[in-house]
């Protein structure tokens, strides 16, 4: 019988400090609903979890610049469907011109309409704003630059560009597949349309949707040898401006460009061929260009501000898609963060009581424990 060591009450206190600090494990993790609470409940789980969080924020974020996104594009569409209106009625007092029980005097008073609706235009291009952003002055407007080859030389083959949903700053490069195909490359993507480049015709319309490129066909071209008098295979454009981009991904090389052109009168209708710059320049009265002219010039105007129009929408709709991706993603992420970082409450209950149990049976064996030295009374009565 010895005093100096109490072997057992040390045994028994060990096992009740095992118990007592693992109830009060059991007790945090039950009290945050979390099976990680630091670093050293789960090392690795923390690190992988962690990871899955930013992913996860990063969705989220990316889910709401979207719907930002598309408030903006709304915005901008929104005022262009007024353009629309004007546009209508400007075409029709354009006819209206062009009858001959009309006075001078008549059509003096039918250009004074015209040229307030043609302010208006202006005006709403100057002063359509998102968040203080101008969305129809050309500001946001990405542009199709010279490069290998010449924007000149495009137009004089019948060729237009639009690169609206190109990055700024962008070098492209075609490359034709004799009789097969045409591609287009922006440096990291390629995208190929299956078609004849010796023999395209005229209001056919190339859209390379992955690039951001739709290219427009005004005449029949042989994209070979058609084009300033040389091919067109291996030569490039760029692109410069300042289009709007929206981070719509968690990570590096999520962004979509969207430019958005001019829509005031001085850059409507210019595509229209004859003696009429723009928009700005048609004449109701006797000292216009005549009717043919103006209608052209008003005719190409509405379907620009279409054009326009047909793009944001896309855009809208490409976004709404991108949204419901990402909360999916999101979603998904998140259950699995959940599998890693949450804690099974039922489970963790279980490891919880029998924890308790343990560290109530361990109190008593203590208790027990300290009764036995005092035996040693009994030698020394």
């Not at 001959?100 to 002063?127: A, C, P, V």
């Not at 929408?313 to 979603?331: D, P």
């Amino acid at each position: 019988m010895i005093i100096n060591h109490n072997i057992t009450a040390l045994n028994t206190h060990n096992k009740l400090s095992s118990a007592s600090a693992a109830q009060g494990k059991s007790m945090e993790k039950l009290a945050s609903g979390l099976r990680i609470n630091k670093a050293g409940d789960d090392a690795a789980g923390l690190a992988i979890s962690e990871k899955m969080r930013a992913q996860v924020r990063g969705l989220d974020q990316a889910s709401r610049n979207a719907q930002d996104g598309i408030s903006l594009i709304q915005t901008a569409e929104g005022a262009l469907n007024e353009t629309h209106d004007i546009l209508q009625r400007m075409r029709e007092l354009g006819v209206q011109a062009n009858n001959d029980t009309n006075t001078n005097d008549d059509l003096g008073e039918l250009q004074k309409e015209f040229d307030q609706l043609s302010e208006e235009i202006t005006r709403i291009g100057n002063k359509t704003e998102f968040n203080t952003k101008t969305l129809l002055n050309g500001n946001l407007g990405v542009k199709a630059d010279d490069g290998t080859t010449t924007i000149a030389e495009l137009t004089a083959a019948g060729i237009s560009a639009d690169v609206a949903g190109v990055k700024s700053g962008s070098t492209l490069t075609f490359t034709l597949d004799t009789t097969n195909s045409i591609s287009v490359s922006d440096g990291t993507t390629t995208q190929q349309i299956n078609i004849d480049p010796t023999d395209v015709k005229a209001g056919q319309t190339l859209n390379f949707d992955k690039i951001g490129l739709k290219l427009s066909f005004d005449a029949d071209v042989d994209l070979a040898t058609g084009v300033a008098g040389g091919t067109l295979n291996g030569e490039t454009i760029t692109t410069d401006g300042n289009g709007v981009k929206f981070q719509i991904g968690a990570n590096e090389d999520t962004v979509l460009n969207l430019g958005i052109k001019d829509m005031r009168t001085t850059a409507l209708g210019q595509g229209a061929s004859g003696s009429v710059a723009s928009l700005a320049n048609v004449n109701l009265t006797s000292a216009g260009a005549g009717f043919d002219q103006n209608i052209k010039v008003i005719d190409q105007a509405i379907k620009e501000v279409s054009a326009e129009r047909s793009q944001l929408g896309a855009n809208q709709n490409r976004l709404e898609h991108t949204i419901n991706n990402l909360k999916t993603s999101s979603e998904n992420l998140t259950a699995a963060e959940s599998r890693v970082r949450d804690v099974d409450m039922a489970k963790e209950m279980m490891n919880q009581t029998k924890n308790s149990i343990l560290a109530q049976a361990a109190q008593a064996m203590l208790a027990q424990s300290n009764q036995t030295p005092q035996g040693v009374l009994q030698l020394l009565r």
